[in-house]
């Protein structure tokens, strides 16, 4: 598994916006970008800046996926029918941790997928280990036994931050959740815009 060194808040910072909304993001202090030249006035940005940004945003929204399995994404989404901005949605959103963190099992996409790979999370009765692991439609995703009582778990359930979207269902009781159906673009709840056809004419350049 690669490593994400680099501060989530940094990412916020860096890229401008509060990618996942939430109150103890540094945006909603400080909007301009980290370090020395953060507050530089800016030039208008060229159509490859405007395309490699939504590649960032979209890449850091998820865990800030490594730039090699993002791109495996976007080359599935390609082969399969259909509009590839939305299969490369549908295939993010498919992920094990994502599908966690939807779930409202973490309160981060960061923490999700350290929760996956702690093995804490059972996919159809069985102990799956990996983040980027795709869920199917139907499949029954649950915390295991031992699990359920992690302080972690019990903070990400009793928050009020998000709400759990349509396309998943969940009995927080028992601490377990159903993927419904594979979402579109229009059913995600991003707490900021995302533009997926920018990431498909970024890498159709």
Excluded: C
């Amino acid at each position: 598994m690669s490593k994400r060194l680099e501060s989530k808040y940094k990412i916020n910072r860096r890229l401008g916006v509060n990618l996942w909304g939430r109150a103890k993001s540094p945006v909603n202090r400080r909007e301009y970008g980290p370090g020395q030249h953060g507050q530089r006035r800016r030039q208008k940005p060229s159509d490859y800046s405007v395309q490699l940004m939504a590649k960032q945003k979209l890449k850091g929204y998820y865990g800030n996926i490594s730039e090699k399995q993002f791109r495996r994404y976007y080359d599935e989404a390609v082969r399969r029918k259909g509009d590839t901005s939305e299969n490369l949605i549908g295939l993010l959103e498919r992920r094990l941790d994502a599908v966690i963190y939807r779930l409202k099992f973490a309160m981060t996409p960061f923490a999700a997928r350290q929760f996956v790979s702690h093995g804490h999370v059972l996919v159809n009765g069985k102990r799956v280990n990996i983040p980027s692991y795709l869920v199917k439609e139907g499949d029954v995703i649950e915390v295991r036994e031992k699990s359920k009582q992690l302080a972690i778990v019990l903070d990400a359930v009793q928050s009020a931050e998000r709400d759990v979207p349509e396309y998943i269902e969940v009995d927080h009781r028992q601490m377990k959740g159903s993927f419904i159906r594979v979402p579109q673009l229009s059913d995600v709840p991003y707490p900021v815009q995302m533009e997926p056809n920018l990431v498909v004419e970024f890498y159709s350049r």
